[in-house]
């Protein structure tokens, strides 16, 4: 079974940091796109950042300076450094990653989504 488990939220004064990890386990057999998206109530899942297997990141316009994506490949993980948090980073975050498993009839490629950590920036 494939999973996705994410650790790091908590609450934070503004202009504080956070580190989100999230660690991918299972069967498989290799890691795309990994990434992290929130959301607050009402509202739709917002992309935050991405990062390739390559390396490569893109960013929300909204964290542009702020928060970093990185990821450890030899651990399956994917990390957020959040820097400089304001009040209206405050949802719940969620790991994102396309996985490439192992299968009862081989491998597929499919997205996974972890539980989310909740962030809480107060003012």
């Known amino acids: 079974q494939v999973q996705l488990v994410e650790s790091g939220g908590g609450l934070v004064q503004a202009g504080g940091s956070l580190r989100l990890s999230c660690a991918a386990s299972?069967?498989?057999?290799?890691?795309?796109?990994m990434g992290w998206y929130r959301q607050t109530p009402g509202k739709q899942r917002e992309l935050v950042a991405t990062?390739?297997?390559?390396?490569?990141?893109n960013y929300a316009d909204s964290v542009k300076g702020r928060f970093t994506i990185s990821r450890d490949n030899a651990k399956n993980t994917v990390y957020l450094q959040m820097n400089s948090l304001k009040p209206e980073d405050t949802a719940v975050y969620y790991c994102?990653?396309?996985?490439?498993?192992?299968?009862?009839?081989?491998?597929?490629?499919?997205?996974?989504w972890g539980q989310g950590t909740q962030v809480t920036v107060s003012s």
């Open positions: 994102n990653a396309r996985l490439v498993v192992f299968t009862t009839y081989g491998k597929g490629d499919y997205a996974y």
């Open positions: 299972g069967s498989i057999f290799s890691i795309n796109a």
């Open positions: 990062i390739t297997s390559g390396g490569s990141t």
